[in-house]
Nanobody, 133 residues
Framework: QVQLVESGGDLVQPGGSLRLACVVS????????IAWFRRAPGPREEREGV??????????YYADSVQGRFTISRDNAKNTVYRQMNNLKPEDTAVYYC????????????????????????WGQGTQVTVSS
């Protein structure tokens, strides 16, 4: 059974850093692409994709909103995917989720991954990140 469990969320001041972890079970991080999403407070229900890492250790992908500030990595031996977040801003406040899904077909996805939420069908419970002074 596929499971993902996030941790590391906290209250942090603007400009600060956090490292989130996503521990997976039922598979290893080099079997499937893993992505991070977030849902900000408010009436909007959709999750915003922020980063992903390809199963074949290909290029990670970052949304423009986090490019240069967030880094995604993984430790296969620990079945864990990490997301280092630096220079946090109040607009980064959200519940952060990791997710995985079926292997996408096509040579493009041998190297790259996607942050489209519809391509992922297994989700963690989320961890809260609050950026505030």
């Amino acid at each position: 059974q596929v499971q993902l469990v996030e941790s590391g969320g906290d209250l942090v001041q603007p400009g600060g850093s956090l490292r989130l972890a996503c521990v997976v079970s039922g598979f290893t991080p080099d079997n499937y692409d893993i992505a991070w999403f977030r849902r900000a407070p408010g009436p909007r229900e959709e999750r915003e994709g922020v980063a992903c890492i390809n199963k074949n250790d290909g290029f990670p992908y970052y949304a423009d909103s986090v490019q240069g500030r967030f880094t995604i990595s993984r430790d296969n031996a620990k079945n864990t995917v990490y997301r280092q977040m630096n220079n946090l801003k109040p607009e980064d406040t959200a519940v952060y989720y990791c997710a995985t899904g079926p292997i996408l077909q096509g040579s493009y996805f041998d190297t790259y991954c996607t942050i489209l939420s519809g391509e992922y069908d297994s989700w963690g419970q989320g961890t809260q990140v609050t950026v505030s002074s």
